[in-house]
């Protein structure tokens, strides 16, 4: 905001508000540099715009590393706003939302109340699964291997189709579904060794993906994710389809942005072999062309919102319990089922995963904000008491 001082017209106020007090110096110093070439006898027009454009991107770029990283915190404070919720940054990426008694502190999805040993236990998918096993909980067979050879041998015995995912990576980071040969299998596990020194080959198993956000024993919200890909129109090719996708999500104003891009890589191209086509191909109009096993947002996949009455209720209980049984108060359960409108106990589901600090679609931090705070604004009443004091007589 600019504001023109009054009696001092050569002077002007800046006000703008900052979390961090090196970026505030950093756009006041920019600004006033930039006001100095402003007012240059007679700058040229595209000169000028030109000046103005190179200062801000230089400037976006030199207060970016002041601002909030990852995905969440992001959103929890945009939402807050939206809910009156009072905010402040404590540190890095770590928030307080609500004032005294009634606040609560938030860093990405962990809350002050997320036990440390049950987020480090979910982190590592071979315990979370094991415990989940261990307490009737649905979760896909799997074994930990270090080597290709383990990796291939494991997946004769579980049979074909297979998942190689590392044990310790969050996001889908890692992750290729449907391997269906021994090359697929060793390509995997090289990738996923980069990641981390420990690989689970598991047993592929058929179904829809869906993420069950769970906030203090309580289903909050739920997306099916759509593995990535492009639907046909009867006219372009699917590399026109794909350019077309990927250049609306970069320049998208709408959710879209958060998508990822896609390529038509080894992976893409052998999954449109199966589907008989190939990337000059053009598919019929509405016809859904897959071009990734897995369906995670990180790998090109699209969130889709559902309501909690389309759920049954099974699952929506096998998702609180998967959270109870780790000990979790916030936990994206990931699960695998023919149709989450039926009971898991009719059509069968499995865990895959259970993430103790999820990474949430912009749909999620409003309801778990809600939850959080019972509905409240966290906020402590304050009241004030004004007496008028009588003169003596």
Known sequence: MLKQQSGTPAVFVVA???????????????????????????????????????SLSELTRSVEKHGFTGFNTGHFVA???????????????????????NARWLESSWTDRTPVIASGLARNKQAAAALLRMNGLPV???????????????????????????????????????????????AAFEEAMRLSKRVL???HVPGR????????GEVQGVLERVPGGVVGNGLDSIHSLLERQNHERRTALDDRRYLHAM???????????????????VPAAGQVVRLRSASNVASGGVPVELQLDQVHADNLRLAVRAARVLRLDVAGV???????GRSWLETGANIC???????????????????????GNGRIPVVIVIEAVRPEL
């Open 16 to 54: 703008q508000p900052c979390l961090h007090p090196n970026s505030a110096q950093e756009v006041v110093l920019n600004l006033v540099s930039l006001l100095n070439k402003a007012v240059q006898p007679q700058p040229a027009a595209d000169g000028l715009a030109s000046t103005v454009r190179n």
């Open 79 to 101: 939402a807050a706003a939206e809910l009156g919720l009072p905010w402040r940054r404590l540190r890095g990426q770590l928030i307080q939302l609500g004032h005294g008694a």
């Open 140 to 186: 896909p067979d799997h074994h930990l291997v270090e080597s290709a050879t383990q990796a291939l041998r494991q997946a004769d015995a579980l049979g074909y189709p297979v998942v190689i995912k590392p044990v310790d990576r969050d996001g889908g980071e890692g992750v290729r579904a449907g391997l269906e040969d021994p090359a697929a299998v060793r």
């Open 201 to 203: 080959v598991e047993k």
């Open 209 to 216: 993906d869906y993420r069950l956000q769970v906030v203090e």
């Open 263 to 281: 390529d038509l890589d080894d992976e893409a191209l052998k999954l449109l072999a199966a589907q008989d086509l190939a990337r000059d191909s």
């Open 334 to 340: 990931d699960l695998l089922a023919p149709d989450i």
């Open 353 to 375: 995963e259970v993430n103790a600090m999820p990474q949430m679609f912009t749909t999620m931090h409003k309801p778990m904000l809600r939850s959080l705070f019972k509905g």
